[in-house]
C-alpha cells in the first residue's frame, strides 16, 4: 500500500502551499477517524454543515487557515505555523 507521503512526492498539479494544507486536514482527519467522530459530530463542533465538512475531507474545496483552525478546535487540537527560510530552513532577521 502507498502511503499519502510516498504518493504525494509524485504530484505536480498541486501547489506546494496547498498541499501543505492538504497535509494538516489529512492529520485533522486521521485524528477524527480514531477518535470515531462522526462528520455529523464534527461539523455540529464546528458550527457548518455536515455537506461542508464533507467537501473539504473530500477536497473538493482546499480549506483556508481559518477552516483548519476551526476544524482542530473541534478535536481540542490546535494548528501551529513556522516560518523558515527556503534556502538553509533558518530564520533571518
Excluded: N
Aim: hydrophobic share 45%.
Amino acid at each position: 500500500m502507498t502511503t499519502w507521503q510516498e504518493y504525494k512526492l509524485h504530484i505536480v498539479s498541486i501547489p506546494p502551499e496547498e498541499l501543505e494544507l492538504i497535509d494538516a486536514l489529512s492529520v485533522l482527519q486521521a485524528t477524527r477517524f480514531r477518535r470515531d467522530i462522526s462528520q455529523k459530530d464534527l461539523a455540529a463542533r464546528m458550527g457548518m454543515r455536515v455537506a461542508q465538512l464533507a467537501k473539504i475531507e473530500r477536497l473538493d474545496a482546499v480549506p483556508s487557515l481559518r477552516t483548519l483552525c476551526r476544524y482542530a478546535a473541534a478535536l481540542e487540537m490546535k494548528i501551529k505555523l513556522s516560518v523558515t527560510d527556503q534556502k538553509d530552513g533558518e530564520l533571518s532577521e
